[in-house]
Every structure is written in C-alpha cells, then in structure tokens.
C-alpha cells in the first residue's frame, strides 16, 4: 500500500513539472550564446530564448545583458520546439507582468523609464519591459523638436498617456513628464529663492517689454529696464532665445507665482562712478534717442539723462529731430543729478559750443571806449 502511494506521489508530482505553451516560469541560465540563452526551467528538456525573445535591441550584446546563474521569468511558447527542447520568451512574459506596472503608472501619474525604439509617422514607437506603445510628435517634448531620429535607441521618462489593454492601446508622454518636473521644480524654486540670489536660466521668449527666463521650472520676467544698465530700445539688443545667462532675483511673489529678475552686473553700473560728475561741468555725449519732450545723451561713462526741448537750442523747436540726430557727438552741461532716482538732467544750450563769453565781453564795453575808438579813426583818415 506505502509502495503504491509512492508510486502515485512521484506521478503528481511529474505531472506538475509539465510544461504547456503560456505557462509563466521562473528559471536558471545555464549559457549565454550570441543569439540565445539556455534555461533550467525544471523540466525534463531545457528552454531556449532566442535572442529577438529577449531584447528589441540588435545591437546589444546577450553576454552583457545576462549571466550564468542568473534567475529569469519567462513564458513557454511552444513546449517542444522541434528538437526536443522548449521555446520561450522573455519579452511576452515581460509584457504579462508589466500590463499591471503601466495602469498602476496610468492611474498614479507616475513615471516610466522607456525605450526609444525608433522613428515611426508621426511619432516615436517606444518598448517598456515586453510592451510596444507609441509616443506621438506632439508629445516628445515641451518644444519643438527637429529631429525625432535624434531619440532612437534613447531611454526616456515618461509618463502614461492613454492605457487600453483590451485594445491593445498605450500611449507615452514625455511631454507630461516634463510639466510634472516643471511644476515640481517650479514650488521647490519659489521656496527657495530670495531676492539677492544669483542663478542661471536659459531665455524662452523675448516680448518687447522684457525677456522671459527659464530657471528649470519657473520662468521669471527680466523686465526691459533690468537688462541693461545702458537705455535699450528691445530685449533683442541684449540677449536671444536659448541664450545661457546669469540673472538677479530681484522679487519673489509667492502668491502669484511669478519671481521677477535683473541681468544687470551691479559691478558694471556706471552709477558707482557718478561721484565724479559734477553740475554745471561739461561733458562729451552721444545722442541715443529722439523724444517727443527731449533727447536722451549718453556719457562716454555710460551713463545717459534727458536734454528737455526747452534745453536743446536758444531758438524755439518744435521737436528735437529739427537740430539733432541719432548718434550725433553733443557737447552737455549737466543742470542737475539725482542719484536716487537715478536721472541726470542736461542742457544742450549751453554746451553746443555757443561761446557765451563773447557777449560778456561785448556788454562790458563801456561807452568812453567806444568814443576812443572812433576819435582814433578820424585821426587815421586825416
């Protein structure tokens, strides 16, 4: 009786060491070849997965991707392939088990590290752990993008778009991603910054009043008037799109969100060298612009201040243009300095080379002189 039990026990139990296609099976490599691994999947033939049944990479070396030794979850695709030993594949059993991973990522909004697999119309076609999907143009990147060629064979993070398993539908973002770092960076930045605080950004957009600067996360206004510590016309003079520059913190408003920034090098202010003006003194400037109430001259210093209508010629104008141009080298008196402010007020009526002197000296004449004058000319036409 004991014999016969034994004898029943040992066929249970060789029964459940069978194997049938699309069993799921945990086994040992026994060798690594070039194009296919050796498994010990307890069974009385081994398995073998073929290299396209491991990696979607034809570049990629088996040898460096698997050791002797090593565990391995595969599926049986067929349970004897023709020469006695069974045919497996670690992508399908891959994909099998990641179906959960990627709606557990969908539902989350969390993150996935994918492969590019490559170009495809209008897209990318990505692999992640067994599953093909697809990451369309629009959703590559936060910016254009090019070239989708230059991502093949990348690894990318990303997040799960769309999610269909019924239909086989899965769609990537990496787009989304970025946003989520974005959004993340951009609390941790309004946190952290204080006014004072010198970073870098890369310039995302220019408008007319100022340059908007991408700090990885949060984009601050660099206003026209924080620039540059000379008087520009547009941001373009000073900076481009994608440019790479060093900015200020000037204010943080963390209700709104918004941080506002200077690229102005506080050591190149022409400012600090303003002690050495002086008022009524002249001095060489150039005309920089053309107002409707005046022009503005800047100094050899760099600095610049208003010549009000009223201060541009002894004879009434009716706008600066009719006696000066853009660019032209004036001679200027300074009327007044306002350091606070930061505003020199000029006068070009008295410093356009007009010598004043000249009627000094002829209102000094005095009446007996000029009697002398005419009595010594009769003498000389007598």
């Keep these: 009786m004991n014999h016969e039990m034994s004898m029943a026990e040992a066929m249970e139990g060789f029964t459940l060491n069978k194997v049938k296609d699309g069993d799921i099976l945990e086994g040992t490599i026994l060798k690594v ?8 999947i307890n069974y009385f033939a081994d398995g073998v997965v073929p290299r396209d049944e491991l990696t979607k990479d034809h570049n990629e070396s088996l040898s460096a991707l698997y ?7 595969v599926i ?9 030993n069974v045919l497996l594949s670690k992508i399908q059993a891959d994909a099998i088990v990641s179906i959960e991973e ?5 539902n989350d909004k969390t993150p996935l590290k994918v492969k590019v697999m490559d170009e495809v119309k209008g897209g990318l076609r990505i692999f992640y752990k067994g599953l093909t999907g697809f990451m369309p143009a629009s959703l590559v990147s936060d910016s254009y993008v090019e070239n989708l060629k230059d991502y ?12 269909d398993d019924t239909q086989k539908k899965l769609i990537f973002s990496r787009k989304a991603y970025l946003k989520l770092q974005g959004e993340k960076n951009k609390k941790k930045l309004l946190q952290s910054l204080k006014p004072g605080d010198t970073v870098e950004g890369t310039v995302a957009n220019i408008a007319s009043y100022g340059a908007f600067i991408d700090l990885g996360g949060l984009t601050g206004l660099c206003h026209i008037s924080d620039l540059s510590h000379r008087r520009i016309d547009h941001p373009g003079e000073v900076v481009s799109i994608g440019d790479t520059v060093k900015v200020h913190v000037i204010r943080v ?4 969100e918004k941080i506002s920034l200077s690229l102005k090098n506080k050591e190149e202010d022409p400012w600090i060298k303003s002690g050495s003006l002086k008022v009524g003194q002249f001095y060489t400037g150039t005309v920089r612009k053309l107002l409707d109430i005046g022009a503005i001259v800047e100094l050899e210093n760099g600095l610049d201040g208003l ?7 002894q004879e009434h104008i009716s706008h600066p243009r009719d006696v000066l141009s853009e660019g032209q080298e004036v001679t200027v008196k300074i ?23 000249y009627y000094e000296e002829e209102e000094s004449v005095t009446l007996g002189d000029l009697f002398k004058n005419l009595l010594d000319q009769l003498k000389e036409d007598e």
């Design 307 to 313: 010549v009000h209508i009223s201060e541009i010629s």
């Design 152 to 163: 093949a064979g990348k690894t990318l993070d990303a997040l799960v778009e769309e999610f």
């Design 102 to 106: 990627v709606e557990a990522a969908f």
């Design 76 to 84: 049986v695709l067929k349970s004897d392939d023709g020469e006695g």
């Design 33 to 40: 070849n070039a194009d296919e691994v050796i498994v010990n």
């Design 335 to 357: 009327l007044e300095i306002d350091e606070e402010k930061k505003r020199i007020s000029f006068s070009l009526r008295e410093g356009t080379g007009t010598d004043e002197s």
């Design 67 to 73: 050791q002797v030794g090593d565990s391995i979850k």
């Design 253 to 256: 408003d963390l209700k709104n």
